[in-house]
């Protein structure tokens, strides 16, 4: 059964600080996706990563994938009270229609 | 706005009610996804229609019936739900591989089950 991982659950940071979150699962897939909620909104698509070392940017967001290592780093540059939501990576498995979500990492930034 | 439009938002039922919740995507896309999202848990994949056709059941109790008429419209239909069924039901839709099939969700239905 595909797990997906992601830590750290909760991230309280600093306005203009750097961060990392971490993105793992258990089995081979080359399709991953990044996805944001707000607090009683639905997921909005970020990123969608479709090969071992692709990497995507948008604004502070960076995103990155090793599927040799099963791994997904979505990193934040110097953020802002605008980022802070829930951030949730998903993977697809091989031959499936359907997406496995990790538990969702709550990001709070604060001035 | 996304292009998922789901109704109603909000519904709040007793336990012998039956009730339908309405989703409709329109980006031309032919999957369709039912999610259920509940405080403390991962996202889970309810039903996956591909075409119209049902590709999967994960493992949903019967008391959840999906409907599917076209690729553009997904009705998931409750009866006799458990209180343990309130939680928010997010529909998606996407494209079939190849090409990724990256889903874009609906605002969700908030269900609470009394």
């Known amino acids: 059964e595909l797990k997906v991982e992601q830590n750290p659950l909760f991230l309280s940071m600093q306005e203009g600080k750097n961060y990392t979150i971490y993105c793992n699962y258990s089995t081979t897939s080359d399709r991953l996706y990044w996805y944001r909620q707000d607090p009683g909104k639905s997921l909005e698509s970020l990123f969608v990563?479709?090969?071992?070392?692709a990497v995507k940017q948008e604004g502070r967001l960076m995103a990155s994938l090793d599927t040799k290592a099963r791994l997904s780093t979505l990193h934040i540059t110097a953020a802002v009270h605008d980022l802070s939501a829930t951030y949730f990576c998903?993977?697809?498995?091989?031959?499936?229609?359907?997406?496995?979500f990790g538990t969702g990492t709550r990001l709070q930034v604060f001035p | 706005e996304t292009g998922v439009t789901q109704t109603p938002r909000h519904l709040v039922m007793g336990m012998t009610n039956k009730k339908s919740l309405k989703c409709e995507q329109h980006l031309g896309h032919n999957a369709m996804y039912w999610y259920k999202q509940s405080a403390k848990k991962p996202l889970e994949l309810m039903f996956v229609?591909?075409?119209?056709?049902?590709?999967e059941n994960n493992s949903v109790p019967s008391r959840f019936s999906p409907e599917c008429p076209n690729s553009s419209h997904l009705f998931l239909h409750l009866h006799t739900l458990q209180p343990e069924d309130s939680a928010l039901y997010l529909c998606a839709s996407s494209r079939r591989p190849p090409g990724g099939n990256e889903q874009f969700f609906g605002p969700g239905t908030r269900l609470t089950v009394l």
């Open positions: 990563l479709l090969s071992n070392g």
């Open positions: 229609y591909n075409f119209k056709e049902q590709t």
């Open positions: 998903a993977v697809s498995p091989y031959n499936t229609d359907k997406l496995i």
